[in-house]
């Protein structure tokens, strides 16, 4: 049996975020049912034009979703997995349909159009669900059943057939498992910081983290009246002068939010200052505290943004790419690009 899918180039984006969007993704591409083949569907036009962008591929290049776009591309004209046809034209009754759907932006018409080709049979249209890139008019149930029945009343007789890439039966990660990845994911960061401090060092510095943090860091009181708590990361030079400390926050994100916010910087601020005040009192002399928040976030509010620049903090994004279904693959200092050591 064969599938045709039109794939929304806004799941390629949001696989860097969702992991159901990746694992969606991959079914379509890389799956080996004896009894399925599914088949890329292109255009030669709109689509393929928004799938060249190079600001699109250079934002998944270093994901596996960019992996797999280059794949379908290497196809394209050569073998039966990738196919092109038309879409339909616009017509009387159409485009008035696809204007009452509310579906009139961000290419959501030319995708449309596609879907409603008669080339092939199953041919399938398959959206995020939710909007982690971009909002569709056709996440919404009513907007589809609208469409279908303007499309019926328009004498325009197609089984339209959407699905979204986020209703995957792939189960969501238990809190036991997410707590997993957050502490591999902190103690990667802290080697890949040490092994790059080595590097621009020529020496290994000293350190402290997590359960060693001195008490009067993990106690010292915060803005919020909270304490500092422990530190996921803190090198430091012992006999020099200026003497240089870096301190590293780690965040690894969870749900389809995947920016940094004011809170998560104000923590790192509050844990730099404890550091500062505990160094200055046990190693008394110059001292220059740099902090570096890493994490897969790859953009910050502006709250955020402004709080890193009022106190020079280093925000480090990290693609993971597989990394998280991948528990061979370890971050290494290459993955740590924006982590340049004072």
């Excluded at 975020?17 to 049912?33: G, Q, T, Y």
């Excluded at 860091?217 to 990361?233: V, W």
């Excluded at 790419?321 to 693959?329: C, E, Q």
């Amino acid at each position: 049996m064969e599938y045709f899918w039109i794939i929304d180039p806004d799941v390629f984006e949001a696989s860097l975020v969702s992991e159901d969007c990746h694992v969606a993704l991959k079914k379509r591409w890389e799956s080996k049912e004896p009894n399925r083949k599914h088949i890329i569907v292109l255009d030669e036009g709109a689509i393929e034009t928004a799938y060249g962008a190079e600001a699109f591929r250079a934002k998944i290049a270093d994901h596996n979703a960019g992996k797999i776009l280059s794949e379908i591309f290497r196809h394209r004209g050569i073998t039966s997995r990738v196919r092109t046809i038309q879409p339909v034209p616009v017509k009387n009754g159409l485009d008035e349909c696809i204007r009452g759907s509310g579906c009139i932006n961000d290419l959501e018409p030319d995708l449309l159009r596609l879907a409603l080709s008669n080339e092939v049979n199953e041919l399938y249209l398959l959206l995020v669900g939710k909007d982690l890139v971009r909002p569709r008019a056709l996440f919404k149930k009513a907007n589809k059943d609208n469409l279908k029945h303007c499309l019926k009343k328009a004498g325009i007789n197609h089984a339209l057939q959407i699905k979204h890439a986020l209703d995957t039966d792939v189960p969501m990660p238990t809190e036991q498992e997410y707590q997993y990845q957050e502490l591999r994911f902190e103690n990667e960061v802290r080697d890949a910081m040490r092994q790059k401090l080595c590097e621009h060092l020529k020496y290994t510095p000293a350190e402290y983290y997590g359960p060693s943090t001195p008490a009067e860091i993990h106690n010292h009181p915060c803005a919020d009246r909270k304490k500092s708590g422990e530190l996921d990361a803190c090198f430091y030079e012992e006999n020099y002068s200026p003497r240089h400390v870096w301190v590293g926050e780690s965040q690894l994100k969870r749900g389809g939010d995947r920016r940094t916010h004011r809170d998560k910087m104000q923590r790192l601020v509050d844990k730099m200052e404890a550091v500062r005040v505990y160094e200055a009192r046990v190693r008394p002399g110059m001292i220059q505290v740099y902090g570096y928040l890493f994490t897969d976030a790859q953009e910050m509010t502006r709250e955020a943004r402004e709080l890193a620049e009022q106190n020079a903090i280093g925000f480090v994004p990290i693609q993971l790419s597989d990394w998280r279904t991948n528990i061979k693959r370890r971050l290494t200092p290459q993955d740590l690009p924006g982590f340049e050591p004072g």
